[in-house]
């Protein structure tokens, strides 16, 4: 099936660091993203990464993938408030068809 | 330059009715696709069309379908409108087909669809 799945929920404090997981089905998916979702608007890309490399690090960002649990996370490091959002994880297979996971809310207090 | 762009924003409409929603590639991108949002869920697939060819199709029914016009832009109709069409729907807009993909693929606000 192509089920991605991704926890509901994550509550962190400002300026601790965030890591929302995701697991996904397709091992042949060639790229695997993450986008955020405020509330109201559409999706921003915030990084991917290319199926063959571990990890991929972008300022405060940093993906780690595991091909071998079909394991991807998301860390952000220094949450702030204004990182409050929806995030999705996604993969292709090989087209521009992604696959979302049902996405986490994060939640940053102060 | 201007990002994706989709009209409208929201609208209202009832079962049975016919909805046409609009949608305006990034300047240069060939590639149009179309998600729903249910509320709570994520965006799923429903068409990609490049080069004004259909190129992916989504599990969706026949009620819905999409076109793509000379200069790139598209639209999504939707016939016999059900209460669970009730959803965000999202355009994105990419240079090209996957091979040159390089996970680039650019969203709109999306136009919210109320159906009552």
């Known amino acids: 099936g192509e089920d991605v799945e991704q926890s509901l929920f994550l509550s962190v404090r400002e300026g601790d660091s965030s890591v929302i997981n995701c697991t996904y089905t397709d091992s042949s998916s060639t790229y695997l993203y993450w986008y955020k979702q405020e509330p109201g608007a559409g999706l921003q890309l915030l990084t991917y990464?290319?199926?063959?490399?571990d990890m991929k690090q972008d300022q405060r960002l940093t993906v780690l993938l595991n091909k071998k649990d079909k394991h991807l996370s998301l860390r952000i490091a220094d949450t702030q408030t204004g990182d409050s959002a929806i995030y999705f994880c996604a993969e292709d297979h090989n087209t521009d068809k992604l696959i979302f996971g049902t996405g986490t809310r994060l939640q940053v207090f102060p | 330059d201007a990002g994706v762009t989709q009209s409208p924003t929201h609208l209202i409409k009832t079962r049975g009715q016919q909805v046409t929603l609009r949608c305006s590639p990034i300047?240069?991108?060939?590639?149009v696709s179309w998600y729903q949002q249910v509320l709570g869920q994520g965006p799923q697939f429903i068409f990609q069309?490049?080069?004004?060819?259909?190129?992916g199709r989504g599990n969706f029914p026949d009620r819905f379908s999409a076109r793509q016009f000379p200069n790139y832009s598209s639209e999504l109709n939707v016939n016999a409108l059900l209460l669970g069409d009730s959803a965000l729907y999202l355009c994105?807009?990419?240079?090209?087909?996957?091979?040159?993909?390089?996970?680039?693929?650019?969203f709109g606000e999306g136009s919210r669809l109320t159906v009552l």
């Open positions: 994105a807009s990419s240079l090209g087909l996957a091979g040159g993909n390089t996970g680039e693929l650019f």
């Open positions: 990464i290319f199926s063959n490399m």
């Open positions: 069309y490049y080069e004004k060819e259909e190129r």
């Open positions: 300047s240069g991108h060939k590639s």
